[in-house]
């Protein structure tokens, strides 16, 4: 089953609303969640990292007060992506590193981000 | 120059082929990661690995540290394995991956 989910999966909304888009680690608690980006036919590109407990780490480009990122338990990261634009549509990926040893990246769904 | 590159960049083949594709990377890592993404979007780990070899059912995935590069075998390549294909490079023990561009797969029946 799944480990980690997204909701929505699909979300079209209108220029300059705000949408929030959640990533749950089904399986695991999770400190750490990272939220990504990709663009049609490019890679993912990471935006930033969600803290649990603290605030996130963005990279470097990525507009802070833009995609707002709360990761408000163990199990649960959001990002809103606030005023949206035509240029923020893209799909948008969170992940979970599980821990131990043997540490792998479980991938959510994905959420596609239409703004009209 | 992108710090992982990946190559080629499509693939076609047919049903039975044997398929390799290659990740270099100019970065220290902690692992590399070898994801499948099909037409929906959705991400599947399909290996992380640190050294050596790994595999799984007709999935192949080698590193070589020393020369900072890895391939994914595909044996027996069948059209459901159409998809596309990243390596990733996880550059800290804190899970921050950089992403190659991925190879997009087509296995043609």
């Known amino acids: 089953g799944a480990v980690v989910s997204q909701h929505p999966s699909r979300v079209i909304c209108k220029s300059g609303t705000s949408v929030k888009i959640e990533c749950r680690s089904l399986?695991?608690?999770?400190?750490?969640m990272f939220w990504y980006r990709q663009f049609p036919k490019q890679s993912l590109m990471l935006m930033a990292t969600?803290?649990?407990?603290?605030?996130?780490?963005?990279e470097q480009g990525v507009e802070k007060d833009k995609f707002l990122i709360n990761h408000a338990s163990l199990t649960l990261s959001t990002l809103t992506v606030t005023s949206a634009h035509p240029e923020d549509s893209s799909f948008y990926i969170c992940?979970?590193?599980?821990?131990?040893?043997?540490?792998?990246?479980?991938f959510g769904p994905g959420t596609r981000l239409l703004v009209l | 120059k992108n710090e992982v590159e990946q190559s080629p960049q499509n693939l076609t083949a047919q049903e039975g082929e044997f398929i390799t594709i290659n990740c270099s990377y100019s970065?220290?890592?902690?692992?590399l990661h070898w994801l499948q993404q099909h037409p929906g979007g959705g991400i599947v780990s399909l290996f992380m690995?640190?050294?050596g070899k790994k595999k799984h059912g007709r999935l192949i995935a080698t590193i070589n540290i020393q020369e900072k590069h890895s391939s994914l075998h595909i044996t027996a390549s069948h059209p459901r394995d159409s998809a596309v294909y990243i390596c990733?490079?996880?550059?800290?023990?804190?899970?921050?991956?950089?992403f190659g561009q991925g190879t997009e797969l087509s296995v043609k029946p």
């Open positions: 992940s979970v590193q599980s821990g131990g040893l043997q540490e792998t990246q479980y």
């Open positions: 690995l640190s050294s």
């Open positions: 990733a490079a996880a550059v800290n023990q804190g899970g921050k991956l950089i």
């Open positions: 970065v220290g890592i902690s692992a």
């Open positions: 399986d695991f608690q999770a400190t750490t």
């Open positions: 969600s803290n649990e407990g603290s605030k996130a780490t963005y």
